[in-house]
């Protein structure tokens, strides 16, 4: 018995023609970080394959390569920074590098070279999220030298909007200060992959901008944080065991609960360790049979129990729903006092991931 992340392939479809509709004549980066934001990665860029997506997005490398030794297709992009003995690896295996210094290109290059091959960058550029990239113009200044490197393909350039969905004028800045430099590198360079608009970038700017080729979508792609999108997740978990309470007793650790006589409550085999914070005992409510019950005692590392005393013709193995497709992932999140990144990114690997 296991607990199960169910994946609807219906909702996601959905969620990528709406992306498609709403982007025009560009084209998707699939954002599949931190295991697909903890949704599964192979399996979601898989289905994305079958729906058209060709091009994703990762964190590091050991990322890139599960994808590739997985027979995902298409172009993959490591958005953060590579250590130098992880570089010949990644230019072996066709990856594309994120890139935010002369010194960086420069290594890439002379490994390329050394391997015989040539590596597919993208300028990573700084317009105010202050964390990587290029400094606007220390690029521009510096653009030549790139050009000069020989084992180096240039192919995109992008940034990343740190507001986009709480600061217009910020936002609007940035994508200005993100074009001029894209109109003065193109003078020289032409790339293949120019992106800018992340899901909120996506949802609220699409329509006003006219030089980029490219989004790169996460939450609003698995159906969150956008109301014209499907959730795409159901998170369950099975009854292992029943207790009935014929006193008051305490419930889990630290006895924060204290059961009154005649309480049958059952054991839900899903804790912290796989995603579920503590900070939710005693208020996460789930759904058994339809019904709602209450989690009980403070929630263990691999185990919860909840209340189950109205509950009849209940069994051992029955799944427990904590969230399903009507978005109450969004209500989890805020009792939690967290973001649904932090919810379904904290997912963990012995959750059974199941397209259906």
């Not at 699939?30 to 934001?37: C, G, L, Q």
């Not at 729906?51 to 994703?56: D, E, H, T, W």
């Not at 992008?158 to 200060?177: M, N, P, R, V, W």
């Not at 006589?261 to 804790?271: H, W």
Request: some cysteine; aromatic content about 8%; hydrophobic content about 40%.
């Amino acid at each position: 018995m296991k607990a199960r992340l169910y994946i609807s392939r219906e909702n996601l479809k959905y969620n990528i023609e709406y992306i498609k509709k709403k982007i025009k004549n560009r084209k998707i980066i699939a954002m599949v970080k931190a295991n697909a934001y903890g949704v599964g990665d192979v399996i979601i860029a898989k289905e994305l394959n079958l729906l058209g997506i060709n091009c994703f997005g990762v964190a590091n490398l050991d990322e890139a390569l599960r994808l590739r030794k997985n027979k995902v297709k298409g172009m993959i992009l490591v958005t953060s920074v590579l250590s130098l003995d992880e570089i010949k690896e990644a230019i072996e295996n066709n990856i594309s590098l994120s890139v935010s210094d002369f010194d960086n290109i420069k290594y890439i290059n002379e490994v390329a070279k050394k391997t015989g091959k040539t590596a597919s960058i993208h300028i990573k550029i700084d317009t105010g999220m202050t964390r990587l990239g290029f400094k606007i113009d220390n690029v521009i200044v510096n653009f030549n030298k790139f050009m000069e490197l020989e084992n180096i393909n240039i192919e995109g350039i992008y940034t990343h909007l740190s507001c986009a969905d709480s600061d217009k004028e910020y936002t609007y800045g940035q994508i200005k200060e993100f074009k001029k430099v894209v109109k003065e590198l193109s003078k020289i360079q032409k790339f293949k992959y120019i992106h800018i608009l992340n899901s909120n970038g996506t949802e609220l700017y699409s329509d006003n901008l006219d030089f980029d080729t490219h989004v790169r979508v996460g939450l609003i792609m698995y159906g969150y944080g956008n109301e014209n999108t499907k959730p795409i997740l159901k998170l369950t978990a099975p009854i292992i065991h029943i207790n009935y309470v014929d006193k008051y007793v305490k419930v889990g650790y630290g006895g924060t609960y204290i059961a009154k006589p005649n309480t049958k409550v059952a054991v839900v085999k899903l804790g912290y360790a796989d995603g579920i914070p503590r900070i939710l005992s005693n208020k996460l409510e789930v759904n058994l049979n339809n019904d709602k019950c209450k989690q009980i005692g403070n929630i263990c590392m691999d185990m919860m129990m909840i209340d189950v005393t109205n509950e009849k013709n209940i069994k051992i193995g029955d799944e427990v729903v904590f969230w399903d497709y009507n978005n109450n992932l969004e209500d989890i999140a805020k009792l939690s006092n967290r973001i649904v990144y932090e919810v379904i990114s904290s997912l963990g690997n012995r959750i059974e991931r199941i397209i259906e």
